[in-house]
Nanobody
């Protein structure tokens, strides 16, 4: 059974940085495109960033482009989301997700419907 476990969330002041991590077990992440999503209270879950299996192709939501960076260490079955220049509107629970099907080393997608496995989330709170 595939399990994704996020960590690294916390409380940070606006302008600060955090790095959240997602460790997988039960599946080799080198065969999975990965994504990060977030959900703020009272709002729907939204796409944040995604990475192809190789890590060479990435995608970002416009709201985080230039501030957030997704990366992966396939040898450690871990995906990261580096968040810089954080804003209060970045406050949310952050979820990592993995695709169950392998398409190609360059495939990635912002659609949450295409992800099969989800973590439990880690809370990020940005104070003003």
């Amino acid at each position: 059974q595939v399990q994704l476990v996020e960590s690294g969330g916390g409380l940070v002041r606006a302008g600060g940085s955090l790095r959240v991590s997602c460790v997988a077990s039960g599946r080799t992440l080198s065969r999975s495109a990965m994504g990060w999503f977030r959900q703020a209270p009272g709002r729907e879950r939204e796409f944040v960033a995604a990475s192809s299996t190789s890590g060479l192709r990435t995608m970002y939501a416009d709201s985080v482009k230039g501030r957030f960076t997704i990366s992966r260490d396939n040898a450690k079955n871990t995906v990261f989301l580096q968040m810089d220049s954080l804003k209060p509107e970045d406050t949310a629970a952050y979820y990592c997700a993995a695709q169950g099907r392998y398409y190609s080393s360059s495939y990635t997608t912002p659609s949450e419907r295409e992800y099969d496995y989800w973590g439990q989330g880690t809370q990020v709170t940005v104070s003003s």
